[in-house]
């Protein structure tokens, strides 16, 4: 496998080094903007300093949510995290070809998919590890992704968690299929209905697909959360880039409800996200919400974000950091003591270290995996390739040279 | 065998009725897009079917063919199996994303985990005299594309068992049906809705002859039968060959019938510029590099947009054009 | 050319014949629906019943529509109409292919058209014959298109009319395209400024293009726009298969004006799209225009209405003829007399007489056209085809045969 | 001769200097993409120009494959000349509507009055170890649809020229760049810039040889004159031909080449059903069918989605299948 770093980067010495970043002005502001609070219709039930927030509309969705609760929110994004990281630091020891880190998005994640069911489906896009081990999958599977063994690996319908989907926005119609699927299966319409939650960045929401997901999801009254993380950046684009107006605001022009979340806060996205479910449930679906979060490392690590934002921007999300606030609000209020936070942090190390073992050891996909499964039923034509080919490995083989 | 086992059908009848059966035998089975409820589609191919089965198995969709194909695979992963109508091919390429990038990989992407059997009716060709994008003929494009199947049709008994056969099948279809004869009395024909009937994905002799062979597929079959009448008359026999299937190619036939005539002339509406006749070219002169006695010849429309109706006549290979060809393999 | 009778309809005899409409009751409501008066927030100017209604926002923007001007207006009217209805009957007697009818959108059409100036651009999907008679194009050019003989004609540029476009909503993101480059070329800003209209139906919104088009307008502030003729159906579909809400509240989820007009009111639609190319020209774009109109005959000459909508709708709709309200307005203010009338009707049988003329002896084209302007600089590839097929024509010619 | 008007350049630099001269010599041509400005796109293509040329003229624009091609056939419209760059050539199929429907037959539908003057430029291809939809070789669906013309750059020159004259050229133009290829220090070249260069639509010999000809275009150019050099050590001289133009085709070079050598092997990552490489077996068998001692070879992709990028040597046509399939040629 040839080097990833050849996406981006030059060779080096292949020319002047990058130049520092020189944001412009524009970018100062919306580096200031993104670190508001979101506005004043930002759902927050969690304050940065661990302070809680009371809502009599949310309150009740996360009435269960007792210390010993809260306590298993905080281990699953210290989990995650911590899978992040060395993930992160895999891509770096060559043996991931890429990793898209989910470092800060940790509560949006955590939050919403605490929010689903068994019976529920969510339909991520490329980034949503926390999700998919709030879904039961398998986080050594998602490896299998990035070290470009398989394009995805898990059982989608045992964990309801379909395939990762990297091109961006056409996974909210597939999900807004099976959400209308859920419908008319009749699976809609009381406290036992079942919902779907698709996830999308905030540049995803200038594609057409997620329009079109919009207005069939209306039109059909499909039981379906559109959960938008918008963590400022399309990449190297502010999402200024993407709209006039918060995101959140676009389900207006549609006739369903659209909040706004504080999407590092785990209380506000599992509450939003349950209240979300629960009218899909029962009928009044859809709904989008606005999980405004940050994104604190780079797009990928093949990305270069010192090149169009400010290290002030990052600094200033520290301080909202999604985890931190929870081991606040738990440590003052007596919800956890020291040993729990030590204990959560070598689970945390050895759920990595698992991961770690695990990928140095994923054995080679074999050639014939190219062939397999493009179609259900069979194709002579692919059949009489694939023999050619194996047989064409094979006089390698016979003659030593392979 | 009862009389109405037999029965006297259209291309266009014999689709709408095959719809109708799929829908019987499996409630999974839906019908989605523009104008197929309440109106049957523009070509009236669903008439009637809405009205039996409900309009939760026969949607009448917004107006947008992403949003058609795309939430047809949702809908597939939930154990549906839709069949999307696009109205008119040059209609399908805002679709095409989801064509590519959804239909065609899931499958492959998730190791056989999820299965797409969805079925994109595409009414395709030309010689209606239609305003543009209303003639076109994509089909090479997604032969072209791995993990998509394609079929075309060219006559109502496979018009009838086809459609079935690909709503049964688990693999992704597109189905393009010859447009411009949906409702031609000349095609209506006896289909026994009992018969057991050809694998779909197999291409057939459809007139046999000795002298050179010519491969066609959907609107084309009957130009080809056509010219091969008409050669007759001239003491040519042509060796006609209905491909049915676009993707996989069943060129079995076509060698076989090219190791006996040596010549072939491969027939289409579509341009030609990496097109299927060039991949049917291809393979030809490399399995019957020997029995070749002539180039393989390309007979098809030209490698420009479709051209204004009232020229369509030239554009479309006709009878002429194939007569042409042959005398020119003939004369190498 | 083969008959566009196979279009849609079964040959004579092939089966039962249709069968009569039998509408659902959500069809019945449908039609309840379209003949109210498009709601509270319709601007209308001009009652069916022809009275002047006053409007402080909008009056100022024909206060130059003195009787004179109006008289124009309903001659503009009469003529599109009666040239539509020429070129329906053309259809009907093999001289086109097929024709889009217009009939009942003239106001909108006009109005909007008229509202334009030299230096701005129209992008008109395929039904605008109104608005191409407003931008100076000769309609002899349109039929063209529709007797199959081209594919357009006229010259954009001088018109300030862009070509016809048939794939639903996709010339939106052109027109946005160029309305940037308006933007770009320094051309917005002040009441020279110039600006862009957009047409597009009711079914088009749902089109991911459409959406691309509000989000590029918004982010570029695109001095553009999007003119909607919701004439309530798209082909057999009735809005709510589109739509949960109004579709001008579409404009609410993207930060811009959005605004729902009488469409069937030549003045509110000449007031309200003057209005907004106003807030173009400075700047201000872009904006949103829902004309709430009715296609009174089927979609194409290949429809048949009958299958899909009651009789009543249209009966109903006949009530707020846009060209009615004029007549009985100028004739109850002393604007117009008998006579004009009936100059306007001689005028408008003259037009249509003139259009049957030259298309009952359009020239056939020549074959060279399949391969004229293919590209702008040559592909010696097309040329031998080009020429391979003239000489094979030319043999055919030779032997007589042609 | 200056000296800083001889270069030595990267692909990736060639063209970023080619865009550059561009821009000068016309302030109608603007740059528009995703991340094309402040980072100066993904691969840094673009990188400098936004800061050079302001924000006006190198646009980063909102995140939909439609919109950015959508919008530029409206800008060509007002007399721009309009430069999109899709990230990845994956993420084009968005934007098939805008191409297939706008961008390749505006210039037809208005009989030439609207001129359509799009560079459209997509890096293609594989073998840089990345996940899903950031390897594929879609060029031969554009070279399928009429209106279109299709470029496929393999070195620096070529780089820095066509990159040029495509934006000069009035007609719409699919430029396709070899990604795994942009900052190679192998492939860094020197390039006068003083030069006049080659036409834009002309195939070339790259090294001449007797015994079979090797036609490639793109990455796969290297590839072919990799295995050129390796057949030389075992006496196989190898005639390389960069097709530089895959629509239209330039296949004079490759006739003369055939009728010299009697044997073609056409290399393409892309899968081969209905393909680039199907149109060039197809249009050799026939203006060489005297000439050909063999049947024309393809070595291709599979017709299989790209696989995960561990199998990707397997799946990119390299020097091995280009040698064994020169074996098989000579010893047909
Ligand atoms: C259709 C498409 N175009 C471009 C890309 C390349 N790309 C990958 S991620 C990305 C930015 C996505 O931003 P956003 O939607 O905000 O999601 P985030 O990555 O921030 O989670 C882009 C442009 C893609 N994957 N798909
Ligand atoms: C992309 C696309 N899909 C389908 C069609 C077929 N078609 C032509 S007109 C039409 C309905 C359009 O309805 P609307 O947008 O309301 O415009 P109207 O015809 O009512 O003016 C359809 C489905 C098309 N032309 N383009
Ligand atoms: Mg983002
Ligand atoms: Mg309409």
């Given amino acids: 496998m040839s080097s990833p770093e050849q996406w981006t980067h030059p060779e080096p010495g292949a020319g002047p080094a990058a130049e520092a970043a020189q944001p412009s002005p524009e970018q100062v502001i919306a580096g200031l903007r993104a670190t508001s609070e979101g506005g004043e219709e930002l759902t927050q039930l969690l304050t940065p300093e661990g302070e809680r927030v009371h809502s009599s509309q949310f309150d009740p ?12 929110l905080y281990r699953d994004m210290v989990l995650v995290r911590r899978a992040d990281r060395e993930a992160n630091a895999m891509q770096r020891q060559g043996q991931l070809g890429i990793w898209v880190p989910l470092l800060g998005q940790e509560a949006a994640q955590i939050g919403s998919g605490r929010a689903m069911r068994k019976g529920d489906m969510a339909f991520p ?13 398998d986080l050594k599977e998602v490896l299998g992704i990035f070290r470009c063994t398989d394009h995805s690996s898990w059982d989608y319908k045992e964990h309801g968690f379909h395939p990762y989907c990297i091109v961006i926005g056409n996974q909210v119609l597939n999900a807004t299929g099976y959400a209308m699927g859920q419908k008319f299966d009749g699976k809609v319409g009381d406290d036992n209905g079942e919902a779907t939650v698709t996830y999308f960045g905030d540049g995803a929401t200038s594609q057409g697909d997620v329009h079109e997901g919009f207005v069939w999801a209306a039109v059909y009254d499909a039981p379906l959360v559109f959960f938008c993380q918008n963590n400022q950046w399309a990449i190297s684009e502010p999402t200024e880039r993407q709209s006039r107006l918060p ?5 207006r022009g549609y006739g369903f409800p659209g909040i706004r979340v504080d999407g590092n806060d785990v209380l506000a996205c599992l509450a939003v996200t349950r209240w979300a479910l629960e009218e899909c449930r029962h009928g009044n679906g859809p709904v989008l919400i606005e999980a405004f979060t940050y994104r604190m490392d780079a797009h990928t690590t093949t990305d270069d974000p010192t090149r169009y934002r400010l290290s002030d921007e990052l600094e200033e999300w520290k301080l909202k950091d999604p985890i931190e606030r929870v081991r606040a609000y738990l440590a003052r209020n007596g919800g956890a003591d020291h040993e729990f936070f030590d204990q959560v942090q070598a689970d945390a190390d050895a759920f990595a270290a698992d991961l770690r073992d695990y990928c140095f050891n994923m054995p080679e996909p074999p050639p014939e995996r190219i062939f397999s499964n493009v179609y259900a039923e069979n194709s002579p034509v692919l059949d009489a390739q694939r023999e050619e080919f194996l047989s064409y490995l094979d006089g390698f083989a016979a003659a030593g040279e392979h | 065998m009862a009389n109405e086992d037999i029965q006297k059908l259209t291309i266009g009848k014999a689709i709408n009725l095959g719809l109708r059966r799929s829908m019987e035998a499996n409630n999974r089975v839906i019908v989605m897009g523009e104008d197929v409820g309440k109106l049957g589609g523009v070509f009236r191919i669903t008439d009637g079917l809405q009205k039996d089965f409900g309009e939760q198995r026969v949607l009448d969709t917004p107006l947008a063919e992403s949003g058609i194909i795309g939430t047809a695979v949702g809908l597939a992963v939930r154990g549906f199996r839709p ?52 003639s076109e003929s994509p089909e090479s494009l997604f032969a072209h594309v791995a993990g998509l199947k394609v079929v075309a049709v060219s006559n ?36 026994d809705t009992t018969a057991t009937p050809d694998p779909l994905f197999k291409s057939r002799v459809v007139r046999p002859g000795d002298s050179v062979t010519v491969v066609a597929y959907g609107p084309s079959v ?20 209905d491909l049915r299937t676009l993707s996989p190619l069943d060129l079995g036939p076509v060698f076989e019938s090219v190791r006996k005539t040596g010549r072939l002339i491969a027939l289409s509406e579509a341009p030609s510029e990496s ?35 009232k020229l369509e006549e030239h554009y479309l290979p006709d009878l002429d054009r194939v007569l042409h060809a042959v005398d020119r393999s003939l004369g190498w």
Avoid: N
């Fill in chain 2, 222 to 241: 009957k130009v080809a039968l056509d010219a091969a009448t008409a050669a007759e008359e001239e003491g040519k026999s042509l060796e006609v060959i």
């Fill in chain 1, 247 to 251: 995101l959140y605001q676009r389900a």
């Fill in chain 2, 83 to 134: 069949v999307c109508e696009i109205q008119f091919e040059g209609f399908i390429f805002p679709g095409f994303d989801q064509i590519v990038s959804q239909v065609a990989k899931l499958h492959y992407r998730t190791q056989g985990k999820v299965k797409m059997p969805i079925v994109i009716r595409v009414p395709f060709g030309g010689g209606i005299g239609a305003v543009e994008h209303h």
């Fill in chain 2, 275 to 309: 097109s299927l006749t060039s991949e049917i070219a291809a393979r030809v002169q490399q399995e019957c590099f020997y029995s070749l006695e002539a180039p393989v010849l390309r007979v098809t429309g030209f490698d420009t947009p479709y051209p204004p109706a």
């Fill in chain 1, 125 to 137: 896009s490329y980034r949503e590890h926390g999700v998919a081990y709030t879904r039961g999958v």
């Fill in chain 2, 156 to 191: 109502a008994v496979d018009a009838y068992w086809g459609i079935q056969q690909a709503i049964d099948s688990d693999d992704p279809i597109l189905f393009f049906e010859p447009k411009r004869l949906y409702h031609s009395g000349a095609m209506r024909t006896e289909v």
């Fill in chain 1, 61 to 72: 969705y996360i009435a269960d949510i007792d210390d010993e609760a809260l306590r298993g």
